[in-house]
């Protein structure tokens, strides 16, 4: 079973600054592509970033040259540097990762993707 821990979200003014960070742990063959979702009230969860094991990185086009999203992989962890924050950034933001199981997974190209429960980043005056 695969257990997120999420953390780092909070509070800050417009042009703030928040870093999120997301601790993969489990017995699993090995993690993957992960990445970030955020989810407004009322509306539907969206894609902010993803990073794959090799560091190449994409971003929704909102966020595109604010957040920086990098990960540990000696930790399992999965970070996303929130720049230049602005009302409209105010949402739970959700871990996303994506893994092989067990080695039978690699080997079929199997992957299975876990969430995060989710932390609060509100951005208000």
């Known amino acids: 079973q695969v257990h997120l821990v999420e953390s780092g979200g909070g509070w800050t003014q417009p042009g703030g600054s928040l870093r999120l960070s997301c601790a993969a742990s489990?017995?699993?063959?090995?993690?993957?592509?992960m990445g970030w979702f955020c989810q407004a009230p009322g509306e539907q969860r969206e894609l902010v970033a993803t990073?794959?094991?090799?560091?190449?990185?994409k971003f929704a086009g909102s966020v595109e040259g604010r957040f920086t999203i990098s990960r540990d992989n000696a930790k399992n962890t999965v970070y996303l540097e929130m720049n230049n924050l602005k009302l409209e950034d105010t949402a739970v933001y959700y871990c996303?990762?994506?893994?092989?199981?067990?080695?039978?997974?690699?080997?079929?190209?199997?992957?299975?993707?876990?969430w995060g429960q989710g932390t609060e980043v509100k951005v208000a005056v």
């Open positions: 489990g017995s699993i063959f090995s993690f993957n592509d």
């Open positions: 996303n990762v994506r893994a092989h199981r067990f080695y039978s997974d690699f080997v079929q190209g199997n992957e299975y993707t876990y």
């Open positions: 990073i794959t094991r090799g560091n190449m990185t």
